[in-house]
Nanobody, 123 residues
Framework: QQHLVESGGGLVQPGGSLRLSCAAS????????VGWFRQAPGKEREGVSC????????HYAASVRGRFAVSRDNAKNMVYLQMNNLKPEDTATYYC????????????????WGQGTQVTVAS
């Protein structure tokens, strides 16, 4: 009953943009820290960004800093990942995750994970 669903992935040319959505069901996402992760074929899952539960502090991986931005729409119980100036190396399955604890901005563990949405950057 409590779960996350990502959407918005697709095929985009290098230099293009996509906005991914993370929709929560069965719980109030405003009360959770949110992380975005990605995993490319044959690669380990890597963190993309982390947003704190309460104060809006957000960290970004160096590889995406300045190109990606996380935002919340609490009225819709959703979080977004705006991705600009996309590069082929951004190709991956993207996941959102939520954690209710009051720990670090980027916690070691997350309680809920989405199923992932595929992003392919190619000409």
């Amino acid at each position: 009953q409590q779960h996350l669903v990502e959407s918005g992935g697709g095929l985009v040319q290098p230099g293009g943009s996509l906005r991914l959505s993370c929709a929560a069901s069965g719980f109030t996402l405003q009360n959770y820290g949110v992380g975005w992760f990605r995993q490319a074929p044959g690669k380990e899952r890597e963190g993309v960004s982390c947003m704190s539960r309460a104060d809006g502090v957000t960290h970004y991986a160096a590889s995406v800093r300045g190109r990606f931005a996380v935002s919340r729409d609490n009225a819709k119980n959703m979080v977004y990942l705006q991705m600009n100036n996309l590069k082929p190396e951004d190709t991956a399955t993207y996941y959102c995750a939520a954690e209710s604890g009051w720990g670090a901005v980027c916690p070691a563990e997350y309680e809920f994970w989405g199923q992932g949405t595929q992003v392919t950057v190619a000409s």
